[in-house]
Nanobody, 127 residues
């Protein structure tokens, strides 16, 4: 199965920016619907952003819309999440995920929908 590895997490001041990357182990990653989820201590894992297999359709949670941008690079087998105007509420472990399904309904997606997961990268936003 495809292996996913996140990178780019760290500590940033509120209002700052951070870019997360997810690297996949095989080229089939390009054919999967992909996305980012996050989980803060004491809270359930939640959807953050998603992109379809073609890269033409993107979706975002209301809490990050207008601030985060998801993208992918087929040649590099990578997916990125550009995070701008970060807030303390964005503090969480961020996970890269992928689904082997043809399509994913991002508006109703749950973590159980995804088939492959990275181990996560910590993002901490100070006030």
């Amino acid at each position: 199965q495809v292996q996913l590895v996140e990178s780019g997490g760290g500590l940033v001041q509120a209002g700052g920016s951070l870019r997360l990357s997810c690297t996949a182990s095989e080229r089939t990653f390009s054919s999967y619907a992909k996305g980012w989820f996050r989980q803060a201590p004491g809270k359930e894992r939640e959807f953050v952003a998603g992109i379809d297999w073609s890269g033409s359709s993107r979706a975002y949670a209301d809490s990050v819309k207008g601030r985060f941008t998801i993208s992918r690079d087929i040649a590099k087998n990578t997916m990125s999440l550009q995070m701008n105007s970060l807030k303390p509420g964005d503090t969480a472990v961020y996970y890269c995920a992928a689904s082997a399904s043809i399509s994913v309904s991002w508006a109703t997606v749950r973590p159980g929908t995804m088939d492959y997961w990275g181990k996560g990268t910590q993002v901490t936003v100070s006030s």
